[in-house]
């Protein structure tokens, strides 16, 4: 669609921003992309999302879609003649919303309490993961990916937090290969996907950010 | 209408399952209505939503769907007969997207938090987080009804019956706690869609009366603490 504007206000770390640029990158959107500082939110942030002062935000023809899942939604929708990411069939399509909430209900809570946190709830933090961890591989089971044969709308909620996992292994000190060979298998088999590989930062880089964060933190 | 083998399973007092019920009955599907006993849940729950063990479930021809939010997009897409339950345009689905992950994230929780909170000075604290919550969802209103009747337009819709349905247990809070949780006179949109949604022909049956919902409550506190 010639003459849509859109643009992505975005923090480069973010797992949840990363859904939006893996997305718009699969179905070859051109936008503009803003890295905000968290700390120093600019007018454009606060105008665009008001309620909760987040990022990302996905903004098309100056209209604000916040929360990343229901930006990945809209884009699917809006540019439902590309890539599609969601399957066609309504119980699969239930099946992937179920997913991709699951893995927003979990996922980031129990990882956050692997890097933020440290003694009882730092192991119980690390714990919670596993087990999520373990939950996802058996809905994966031996599909290549979560929808099946095709990288999808649950592959683009997860994948984000795959260049986080340096950091959750160096803080938390275990190894997800360790534990759970059949997602690291699944995060490499996403990570030959340009979308995604352009659009995951380094793991080092994201390390080095977490690092600062815990010194922020009282943690180093 | 004939839909293929329909079951909820559920419980009656449960706004997440009166949601379900309320979408089965936009889109005039039959289906038949298992009851769920909380304090011993069933094979066929534990079964059917291994990850959570919570209702409500949808069984559609055996299959299940479990999340409350999750099954109504899946009534809205699987049987297109009746009015539709999102907008068709994408733009006002994610506008009720968000508000719908506003009420079940931010909003309500803060419902369960008063109910938990003890002393006046805890439960004021928290009813001034709702109060600032109600004026957000008041402008929501306005600006999403455009005038009409409902969130959905001429229609109930998504948002309708996300927000709708836990007014039963938002009266039933009122009434336990003695106060005024949704103020007509700071919210006075909502309130007049509050009157309009719950006596509706589709809902009214549905939504149990607040005071049932405060018998349920106190019962289920008994039984909980006599294990």
Redesign the interface.
Known sequence: MANDEVILLDFWPSMFGMRLRIALAEKEIKYEYKDEDLRNKSPLLLQMNPIHKKIPVLIHNGKPICESIIGVEYIEEVWKDKAPLLPSDPYERAQARFWADYIDKKFYDSARKIWATKGEEQEAGKKDFIDVLKVLEGALGDKPFFGGDNFGYVDVALIGFYSWFHAYETYGNFSTEAECPKFVAWAKRCMQRDSVAKTLPDQHKVLEFVKILREKYGLE | MAAGNVKLLGVWASPFVNRVEIALKIRSIESEFIQENLLNKSELLLKSNP?YKKIPVLF?DE?P???S???L??ID??WPNGPSILHSD??D??IS??WA??IDEKWFPLVTELRNAEGKEAKTAVLEKIYEGNL?LEEAFIKISKGKPFFGGDSIGYLDVVIGSLLGWVKAQEIMDEVKILDETKMPSLAEWDDRFCSDEIVKDIIPQPEKLVEVYRKYQESFYKK
Do not use: S
């Open positions: 990850v559609h299959k769907i479990c999340e939010l999750v099954i997009q899946y897409e699987v994408p733009y689905r994610a997207r968000f992950a506003y957000l």
